[in-house]
């Protein structure tokens, strides 16, 4: 996945490419109870690299969205970091440089979310502290299959070009199945023919 560039002969906004980038989930039974969200193989190294300037929305297959990553690393370069968003996580994204690891999903942009460029739906949802949602709140309860579509987004000028160079991977948890059980009566009365 390539993130966008907005140097000079750029007009934002910029979309990352593929817009989106998608993945398939199909064959699984049971409704949502967790979802992260790892970004592979990070770079934002160029001339004028500018990771805090990155949104990142992920699409549900019912349509549900949730703006999970923006506002995060400021101006300082990294390079082939494997970054996890997590719900759970200890900590949100700050302006510091990115490095692997796991963090909770983080929008510290301007106190809104980002209109995300068409074919993005509208959105509404967006992490903290500029919004309340997290990947629970917008997909728990849902149904995994369909697919899910990533969609990132520049709208500053002056940025260099980066990439997610082995892509993303969704980890989804299903709900565990509400228990079955069965009754078994013994005759109270049996026969016996000696």
């Given at each position: 996945i390539t993130t966008p560039s907005t140097l000079s002969g750029f007009s934002p906004p910029q979309k990352g490419s593929p817009y989106p980038s998608q993945i398939t989930v199909s064959g699984e039974t049971g409704t949502i109870s967790k979802i992260t969200v790892t970004l592979n193989g990070w770079t934002e190294n160029g001339s004028a690299p500018e990771p805090g300037d990155r949104d990142f929305l992920l699409v549900g297959p019912t349509g549900a969205t949730f703006e999970f990553l923006g506002g995060c690393g400021d101006f300082n370069p990294f390079s082939n970091i494997t970054l996890t968003l997590d719900d759970s996580a200890s900590s949100e994204c700050s302006k510091s440089a990115l490095a692997s690891g796991t963090l909770q999903p983080t929008v510290r942009l301007t106190g809104f979310c980002t209109n995300f460029p068409s074919p993005a739906?509208?959105?509404?949802?967006?992490?903290?502290?500029?919004?309340?949602?997290?990947?629970?709140?917008?997909?728990?309860?849902?149904?995994?299959?369909?697919?899910?579509?990533?969609?990132?987004?520049?709208?500053?000028?002056?940025?260099?070009p980066g990439s997610i160079g082995s892509g993303w991977t969704i980890t989804i948890t299903l709900a565990a199945a509400a228990g079955t059980s069965t009754a078994v009566t013994s005759s109270l009365n049996p026969s016996l023919d000696r």
């Open positions: 739906p509208a959105n509404s949802n967006c992490a903290a502290p500029d919004g309340t949602a997290s990947f629970g709140s917008i997909f728990n309860g849902s149904n995994p299959n369909g697919t899910w579509s990533l969609y990132i987004f520049d709208n500053f000028a002056g940025d260099s």
